[in-house]
């Protein structure tokens, strides 16, 4: 019994320093290994690191020229977004600025406007906005949506405190808190929560983060296993496979030179990063590192099955990178998780970047607790079993495969001989 755990232990290192030894010679591996985990990261919450835009020059095409449209152009130009760049004699000298990349965007205010207003009617400003960059597009649409929810409350408010002035106009013991409350019974103040400033960073970083940990793993398991085929290296492990408990210890020995290269990184990612860039970091690090040891173990698991499907070291960069955008999506991050439909969201769940980013963003940016994401944490631990066990099966198979492609090639030898 000794013997033998002396054995798998001899076994797992061997793999562990022969597959340290293929990372480290590979420029490629290293590059999606190390190079693209530090820098690509930075890259991207430099991107977002303003979180949002200030002062987009939009242009503003006055059709109504009254009091109400020149105070509806006065409170969006105050905002902090938004920025009247002149005046346009009709839309298409407007767009005409919009395609010259002098405004962003364009504001129509119709002729009847203030006379719908009056009627108590509801009224209309039409925006037209670039959408060739989500930040100027935003700014944009949400300051003309607040301007326009703050001019219709005020318009109510004024309706609703002539009523109520009517209604007691006849009674002696009518206050002004009284006429306060009767025409504005519900008071309520905005306060944003997990996302103070409500900028793309603070949202989308820290999901961007945790795929970038999958996918770079994926990329650099593909790639070695690649190389591995190209070259007919697999022979190597077939003394490690005489039994079944030889796949344990090639899976276990490959997964260790992974995950020693990507704690760190893992570490650096989930806390470092947010941490440079001022990005929502509210979790406890204990939570956190429970999280992270399912997530490492399920992607590396994952990458090591994905690798198995990858003939040539080039494939696994097309696999990847082209599923990483709608991975992004999935995740319900980037899009509500309730309007995803169930295939889609059927299919989610074979990825670990799914629940990874899900559990990772309710830690760090919400401040959940382990309970608040039992559900995520049990499911990447149950893909972790299953990954590995499908792990082991694709490797017994590859050196089945690879067993008999030698038995062959001697079987032709002495044919020959």
Not at 23 to 38: A, W
Not at 377 to 399: K, S
Request: with cysteine; charged share 15%.
């Amino acid at each position: 019994m000794l013997k033998r755990a002396v054995e798998s232990i001899n076994d797992t290192c061997f793999i562990w320093r022969q597959e340290l030894k293929r990372m480290f010679k590979d420029e490629g591996v290293i590059i999606f290994f190390i190079v693209v985990p530090l820098l690509y990261p930075l890259l991207y919450s430099w991107i977002y690191n303003n979180e949002v835009v200030h002062e987009v020059p939009v242009v503003v095409v006055d059709d109504c020229h009254t009091a109400l449209s020149r105070k509806f152009i006065r409170q969006c130009d105050a905002s902090p977004d938004v920025k009247v760049l002149c005046y346009a004699a009709d839309i298409d000298e407007a767009r005409s600025l919009v395609s010259r990349q002098l405004a962003k965007g364009v504001y129509v205010i119709p002729s009847d406007f203030e006379t719908r207003l009056n009627r108590m009617e509801q009224a209309t400003v039409t925006v037209y906005c670039d959408m060739s960059l989500m930040l100027a597009y935003k700014a944009i649409y949400q300051t003309a949506q607040t301007v326009s929810q703050q001019m219709g409350s005020e318009v109510t408010t004024k309706l609703s405190t002539l009523n109520a002035q009517l209604s007691t106009l006849n009674s002696k013991f009518s206050t002004l808190r009284e006429e306060e409350i009767t025409a504005r019974p519900l008071d309520y103040d905005e306060v944003a929560i997990f996302n103070p400033s409500g900028g793309y960073g603070s949202s989308l970083i820290p999901a961007v983060l945790m795929l970038i940990l999958q996918q770079t793993l994926v990329l650099g398991i593909g790639m070695l296993a690649g190389t591995s085929r190209e070259e007919n290296r697999y022979s190597n492990l077939i003394p490690f496979s005489r039994q079944y408990h030889g796949m344990f210890r090639i899976v276990s020995g490959k997964a260790l030179a992974y995950l020693m290269v990507y704690i760190p990184l893992a570490a650096y990612l989930a806390l470092v990063v947010p941490w440079m860039f001022g990005f929502p970091a509210i979790g406890h690090w204990q939570t956190l590192l429970a999280m992270m040891i399912p997530y490492l173990l399920d992607c590396t698991f994952f990458g090591m099955v994905v690798s198995c499907m990858v003939r040539y070291r080039e494939n696994v960069m097309l696999l990847m990178v082209f599923v990483s955008i709608p991975l992004l999506f999935l995740s319900g991050v980037s899009w509500p998780q309730t309007s995803i439909p169930g295939f889609w969201q059927g299919v989610s769940w074979l990825f670990p970047s799914t629940f990874g980013i899900r559990a990772y963003v309710r830690v760090n940016s919400m401040g959940c607790s382990l309970s608040d994401i039992l559900l995520e944490y049990q499911i990447l631990w149950v893909q972790t079993v299953v990954y590995f066990i499908l792990a082991c099966l694709v490797y017994r198979y590859q050196i089945h495969l690879t067993r008999q492609a030698v038995r062959d090639r001697v079987a032709r030898m002495k044919a020959k001989l």
